[in-house]
């Protein structure tokens, strides 16, 4: 589904979609997302304030889950890549300018690790096996992808990602980068769309049982 295609999807639809079950886009097993361990290499907190910059797909679920994270003090959704300044919804949404749609997540590591963030990230906030695409979201604008914003979160992300290849937890590769580049802020309404949109047709289908995940998954970090 295209971004237009989201954001103009008609009553109709939206009626159909509603009706649909929470968890029909949901593609990975709640098996293997629930047996994501935590991280066998962590980093020390280096203050009070950290920043976390990931790709999931589209960034109205991602930012939504983490808005819900004990530790986080702020999301917002964007744009994240080598060209990230200037981007903007429509040029990103046409899968030529490079860049990811993507949160920045604000956190305080003494109550929530970066490590803690990437578990959340590979069980709940998106689906690690799949290239360049998110459930109905095709492109590279929606691949999975991890911007680390200092060489700790670089070391730690890496290490993340081949305990869990090791693991097997998965059935299919995990497709998860790391990349280097800037990161942009989305048009004002983008922001807190899953929290201000909870009956959104594309919400309900697609983003609240991420939610459903995080609270049964992660009780010890879910805030209401």
Sequence with gaps: MTNRAKLGISALAASAAIALPLMVSWSRSAEAASNVPPAAI???????????????????????????????????????????????????????????????????PTKVSYADLLRIFFSVAHDPTEVDRQ??????????????????????????????????????????RIETGGFAAAEAYHQDFMRKNPMYPYIVVNDRPKLTALKQQFPSYWRG
Aim: charged content about 15%; hydrophobic content about 40%.
């Design 42 to 108: 962590t980093a020390p907190a280096s203050g009070h304030r950290e920043v976390a910059v990931l790709a999931g797909g589209c960034f109205w679920g991602v930012e939504g889950v983490y808005e819900h994270v004990k530790g986080v003090s702020d999301v917002t959704s964007g744009f994240a890549g080598r060209k990230a300044v200037g981007a903007s919804y429509d040029k990103v949404s046409t899968g030529a300018t490079g860049n990811a749609e993507a949160v920045r997540i604000t956190f305080d």
């Design 135 to 176: 459930g109905p979201d095709v492109g590279t604008q929606y691949r999975s992808a991890i911007f680390p914003q200092t060489p700790a979160q670089a070391s730690v992300a890496k290490a993340y990602i081949a305990q869990l290849q090791r693991a097997h937890i998965f059935k299919q590769p995990i497709a998860t």
